[in-house]
Each structure stands twice: as structure tokens, then as C-alpha cells.
Nanobody
Framework: VQLQASGGGLVQAGGTLRLSCAAS????????IGWSRQVPGKEREFVAA????????KYADSVKGRFTFSRDNAKNTIDLQMINLKSEDAAVYYC???????????????????WGRGTQVTVSS
């Protein structure tokens, strides 16, 4: 399983970024997939995720209305469109997949089987 996140960078507060995650090495549409983020010294925080059928997308309350998650089963990719970025959004963003994730555990990091390396998002004020 390979998960390659990209699109991170430096952006001013209020700006936008679009993250992407390219997946390979497994049957993409059999897995739940999502984004989490982490800052040094803190636990990994759930951002957004979807079940394998793409019918359910869950967002963390902190990003609702600003982040949009999308999944393309034909291209084996997911994207995270982020607008109105805030300083508290700065973190390393990771994509992760899980084969047996159920809706009630979409936001639980331990439910996911594989994690990518992450991409850094820096927000300047």
C-alpha cells in the first residue's frame, strides 16, 4: 500500500490550498479513506474521511464549511480543498486508508490500517 500526499505549502491566513493523495497497491474502492493532521507535541487530529462507497463524508467540526473532501475511485485519489485557512490549520496532513472502517469510527485514527508520509501546511498570519 502506498499513499502519497502532496499540495502542502505556505499560505497566508485566509488563503486556500488543495491537498491531494494518490493511492496504489490495493483495491481503492474497497477502503475508507481520509485526512488527519498533526502538530508536534499533539495527538493526530481527524479532519475528513469517507467510507468506501463515498456516500458518507464526515468532517471535523473545526473544518466544516471551509474544507471540502472529494474522492475519485477511478483515479485512486482523494483531494482536500481548504479555504479560509487559519493559523490553527497549520500541521502535517496525512491521508490514511482502512479496510474495515465503519461510519461510527471514521474519525478514529486507530481504525485506519495504512498512513502516508504527510504534507506540511503552514499558515502565516
Amino acid at each position: 500500500v502506498q499513499l502519497q500526499a502532496s499540495g502542502g505549502g505556505l499560505v497566508q491566513a485566509g488563503g486556500t490550498l488543495r491537498l491531494s493523495c494518490a493511492a496504489s497497491g490495493f483495491t481503492f474502492d474497497d477502503y475508507a479513506i481520509g485526512w488527519s493532521r498533526q502538530v508536534p507535541g499533539k495527538e493526530r487530529e481527524f479532519v475528513a474521511a469517507t467510507l468506501r462507497n463515498s456516500g458518507t463524508i464526515k468532517y471535523a467540526d473545526s473544518v466544516k464549511g471551509r474544507f471540502t473532501f472529494s474522492r475519485d475511485n477511478a483515479k485512486n485519489t482523494i483531494d482536500l480543498q481548504m479555504i479560509n485557512l487559519k493559523s490553527e490549520d497549520a500541521a502535517v496532513y496525512y491521508c490514511a486508508v482502512g479496510e474495515r472502517v465503519i461510519a461510527s469510527r471514521l474519525s478514529v485514527a486507530a481504525a485506519y490500517d495504512y498512513w502516508g508520509r504527510g504534507t506540511q501546511v503552514t499558515v502565516s498570519s
